[in-house]
Nanobody, 130 residues
Framework: QVQLVESGGGSVQAGGSLRLSCATS????????MGWFRQGPGKEREGVAV???????WYAESVEGRFTISQDSGVNTLYLQMNSLKPEDTAMYYC????????????????????????WGQGTQVTVSS
């Protein structure tokens, strides 16, 4: 059974930092594209960052230079280090996986890049106050 469980969200002041984690199980982590997307109140889903199995990364322009996506295959966990947080980063953050040979893909754009995924977690709330 595929599981993605996010943690690490919270409330911070502008300029602060948070580190999100996504613990995964039920599939082969090392061969799977992974990513983060977010959805703020009244806003559409927005791609944030993606990492491929080789470690190549893509970022939304709005977070480039502030956020870092990484993964630890030893513990099957995806991370999102968020620095210099802004009020406009307030959103529910979801981790997502594109698991091969499974159906039900959705897509979210990150700049000109389209990240297709078919599993995602329940989300973790990030609130940034000014």
């Amino acid at each position: 059974q595929v599981q993605l469980v996010e943690s690490g969200g919270g409330s911070v002041q502008a300029g602060g930092s948070l580190r999100l984690s996504c613990a995964t199980s039920g599939y082969t982590f090392t061969t799977t594209w992974m990513g983060w997307f977010r959805q703020g109140p009244g806003k559409e889903r927005e791609g944030v960052a993606v990492i491929d199995p080789r470690g190549t990364t893509w970022y939304a322009e709005s977070v480039e230079g502030r956020f870092t996506i990484s993964q630890d295959s030893g513990v099957n966990t995806l991370y999102l280090q968020m620095n210099s947080l802004k009020p406009e980063d307030t959103a529910m953050y979801y981790c997502a996986a594109d698991i091969p040979h499974r159906t039900g893909r959705r897509a979210v754009r990150i700049g000109t890049f389209s990240f297709n995924y078919n599993y995602w977690g329940q989300g973790t709330q990030v609130t940034v106050s000014s």
